[in-house]
């Protein structure tokens, strides 16, 4: 059985709307960085000070959740296949803007072989880098604890995820805008709806403080304060 990917569909940009969750609209003045939602998974409207009434076309949002369990065993990959199979078979239909991953990409971030299970998963999305540099759709993907070599263990090697998903992955693609110092939160830009979006990808339990730039959240702080007429979207494993 396919199993389709969590989607939110922004329909009037004034909402996210969600499919298969409780619904939820984050409004914030998105000068300051405030605190983020956690418990899996993040997804912060920053930056509209007023309900936006005019209509847009329908367009998706799609959040890929925690594929750690499908890559540990090779019995179960074909379900994380399935979703970045859906997605490129869906683009037209759903119109698909932006994906993001909510982080866990893998059980053990000490394996290669899980590493190189899900770096074959998200090569869907890349479709054919010879005749389109930019990919299939513009994409994130935000490192969980298990993304860590040693689960929930901030001070063990983070090797692997920048091997495979750091700032060398999206060379030369046009919507992505750079990544923190330590390659593990980084940023993309993407229009839809006739908006132009400003997408934060950070790591699991970003530290630091929003005033000094050598942190991640500070870094984050920083990108917003780059792009500061455009509505935000945060994702982040846990924070």
Known sequence: MTREPMTREPTDGSETRTSGASRSRLLFDR?????????????????????????????????????????????????AQDQTNWIADNLRSENIAFVAHEGDLVDDGASLTQWNRIDGVMDTLDGDRDSNPDGLVPYATSPGDHDWAVEEDRSSSTENYRRFFGRARYVGRSWFGGSAPNDLSQYQLFSAGGFDFLHIGLEWEAPGDAAAENTPLGWAQSVMDQYPERPTIITTHSY
């Open 31 to 79: 000068r300051t960085f405030l605190k983020l939602s956690g418990g899996g998974a993040a997804f912060s409207w920053l930056g509209a000070s007023k309900r936006v009434s005019a209509q847009t076309e329908h367009w998706t949002l799609v959040a890929l959740p925690d594929t750690q369990k499908y890559v540990a065993r090779s019995s179960l990959l074909s379900y």
